[in-house]
């Protein structure tokens, strides 16, 4: 078998996954330390997940269209978000249209780290669900835990946030569509027309997903552009991805 750095082995020996099928579940953790040098989180079973990524996915969310559904949605306590686009997401992704996840649990999101970004998070990244318990703190713990700790090795938790916030900065979608004479008034538009706007305003071709509101019109609901490695830079996306919608979608009002 091939030897790891520390001439660990790489990879289980069969005695070593006996032992493990063996062991209790809650042992299974102190065993996984002490077995394999690695962090936990990053072998499950016997697959070890890399923390490896081609690019970023980054996702604006149109509020109108979020809210614009049957399960209709709330503010954050901060009040009624401007009208604009806001962050839903940088998502690492692979060029073979799959993506990691969940890539250590034990990196926990603090809010102490991005301290100096929380009014710019409040005001471009905000949660509309209306759940008993939900928060923007609650949503940027899902975004980071889900997706964040999956680029841990390229950004780390201030880097992750300030990156999906300047790309927003740099990106206006709203007003690339605003150019383009497509406003959020609640009329239908050409999804080549929406997806034509953004491309003379970024270079690169997006994805844009629609959802349906309460009588069932389709609706502008997401914008996906590509984003490097390094969460910098706009870039062509390796894998566009598919939503369905119509020829004719609504803009919603918000």
């Not at 990879?11 to 063996?22: H, K, L, N, P």
């Not at 050409?190 to 997806?195: A, C, N, P, V």
Request: aromatic share 14%; hydrophobic share 35%.
């Amino acid at each position: 078998m091939a030897q790891g750095g520390g001439g660990r082995s790489d990879f289980f020996s069969r005695e070593e996954i006996s032992e493990v099928q063996d062991f209790p579940v809650l042992e299974w953790a102190s065993f996984i330390d002490d077995l394999f040098p690695y962090d936990l989180s990053l072998c499950l079973s016997y697959l070890c997940i890399s923390q490896g990524y081609d690019f970023f996915y980054f996702v604006q969310q149109w509020p109108g269209s979020y809210c614009d559904t049957k399960r209709s949605c709330c503010y954050p306590a901060t009040g009624k978000p401007a009208t604009d686009f806001t962050i839903h997401g940088l998502w690492p992704q692979y060029n073979n249209n799959t993506y990691p996840s969940s890539c250590n649990q034990r990196s926990q999101f603090d809010e102490t780290k991005v301290s100096d970004l929380i009014s710019r998070m409040e005001k471009s990244w905000p949660t509309f669900n209306c759940g008993k318990k939900s928060t923007n703190t609650k949503f940027w713990t899902h975004e980071w835990t889900k997706h964040g700790t999956c680029s841990e090795t390229v950004l780390d938790q201030h880097a992750y946030f300030a990156a999906a916030l300047n790309i927003k900065d740099k990106v206006n979608l709203l007003e690339m569509l605003k150019n383009a004479g497509i406003l959020p008034d609640g009329k239908f538009y050409k999804l080549e027309d929406m997806e034509e706007a953004i491309k003379l305003g970024t270079g690169h071709v997006p994805g844009i997903e629609c959802n349906h509101d309460a009588s069932g019109n389709v609706q502008l609901y997401q914008i996906f552009l590509c984003v490097d490695a390094t969460g910098s830079n706009v870039i062509e996306c390796p894998v566009v991805p598919i939503r369905k919608c119509d020829t004719l979608i609504q803009f919603p009002v918000f």
